[in-house]
């Protein structure tokens, strides 16, 4: 089994990280990753676990698991989940610096590692 926890970044600056969602598109858009998932690689397990509302620095956010009887196809599962996590989200994230909450966007590098599954 592989599995990756995503954390808020404790980089000194950030203060804390707020996401939010809507119900009627999350539910259905993680349900259809976790089949894009296990339709790709032959897996006895998937695990995808993604939590909402305001988070501190070093508190869990993400939690992607995967088993599978060969090591690549887990590694792989937990990548390709994750690399569409950060640029296709159904969540709406900002996060306070210096006291003033920003909006924050996928970054180019987002979504340069989702196409790389195309």
Do not use: N
């Not at 695990?47 to 590694?75: K, N």
Request: zero cysteines; glycine letters at 6%; a negative charge.
């Amino acid at each position: 089994m592989v599995s990756f926890l995503g954390q808020v970044r404790a980089d000194g600056a950030a203060e804390a990280l707020e996401l939010q969602h809507f119900a009627p598109l999350t539910l259905p858009g993680m349900e259809e990753l976790g089949r894009s998932v296990l339709a790709r690689w032959s897996l006895d397990g998937l695990l995808i676990v993604h939590r909402a509302g305001t988070m501190a620095p070093g508190e869990p956010i993400v939690l992607v698991a995967a088993a599978a009887r060969h090591r690549r196809d887990a590694f792989a599962a937990a990548d390709f989940a994750m690399d569409h996590l950060k640029s296709e989200s159904w969540f709406w994230k900002r996060e306070k610096r210096a006291g003033q909450w920003h909006w924050i966007e996928p970054r180019e590098q987002d979504y340069a590692d989702k196409e790389r599954w195309s």
